[in-house]
């Protein structure tokens, strides 16, 4: 089992940065593959971001390339989540989500899940 706890949401301006954590649980981090999704209001749940558990590989968004940056460190069982350039439309709970079995941006690929932390960015 592991428990994933996400912080570092707020309130920022457009054209502001936020930088999320994701703390694992949990001795076998490195064998996870990690992404970040977001569910905006009205919205269905939608793939940000993912890394291969080496670090090695990263996909992302249409949306987000070249603004958000996902990394981790698998010696303190963290994934980030570096958000520049933030745009209105951006405004989300965003979550944390872990599985060993593939590469896949698709939510339901994903085992375990934090309980979201809350970004809105203001224009």
């Known amino acids: 089992q592991v428990q994933l706890v996400e912080s570092g949401g707020g309130l920022v301006q457009a054209g502001g940065s936020l930088r999320l954590s994701c703390a694992a649980s949990?001795?076998?981090?490195?064998?996870?593959?990690m992404g970040w999704f977001r569910r905006a209001p009205g919205k269905e749940r939608e793939f940000v971001a993912i890394?291969?558990?080496?670090?090695?590989?990263?996909t992302y968004a249409d949306s987000v390339k070249g603004r958000f940056t996902i990394s981790r460190d698998n010696a303190k069982n963290t994934v980030y989540l570096q958000m520049n350039n933030l745009k209105p439309e951006d405004t989300a709970i965003y979550y944390c989500?872990?599985?060993?079995?593939?590469?896949?941006?698709?939510?339901?690929?994903?085992?375990?899940w934090g309980q979201g932390t809350q970004v809105t960015v203001s224009s």
């Open positions: 949990g001795r076998t981090f490195s064998t996870y593959t």
């Open positions: 989500a872990g599985h060993r079995s593939s590469y896949s941006s698709r939510p339901d690929s994903y085992d375990y």
């Open positions: 890394i291969a558990g080496s670090g090695a590989r990263t």
